[in-house]
């Protein structure tokens, strides 16, 4: 059975940190790249980071470059966003996306609050 599990989200006051994780199983995780998402309510999904299959090359959002980091671990079938600095404005569920060619996966998302 095919498996994303987000997890890592929570309640954090601005300037905090936060580290989500995806982890995957029931496919060859190792062949797939990985998106992260995300969704405030009310606005439409934006793509945070992405990170290729062997995680050699990754890109982040101008909204977020310098504070995220998008990582993976394909011995743990696992995806990280490590989440610093943060903003209020990142409040949103986030969602791992694992893609190719030919399946697109996704998870059920975590949720992400930063508040004071």
């Known amino acids: 059975q095919v498996q994303l599990v987000e997890s890592g989200g929570g309640l954090v006051q601005p300037g905090g940190s936060l580290r989500l994780s995806c982890a995957a199983s029931g496919f060859t995780f190792s062949s797939y790249a990985v998106k992260w998402y995300r969704q405030a309510p009310g606005k439409n999904r934006e793509l945070v980071a992405s990170?290729?299959?062997?995680?050699?090359?990754?890109t982040h959002a101008d909204s977020v470059k310098g504070r995220f980091t998008c990582s993976r671990n394909n011995a743990r079938d696992t995806v990280y966003l490590q989440m610093n600095s943060l903003k209020i404005e990142d409040t949103a569920v986030y969602y791992c996306?694992?893609?190719?060619?030919?399946?697109?996966?996704w998870g059920q998302g975590t949720q992400v609050t930063v508040s004071s």
């Open positions: 990170i290729d299959s062997v995680g050699s090359s990754t």
């Open positions: 996306n694992a893609w190719n060619f030919r399946d697109d996966y």
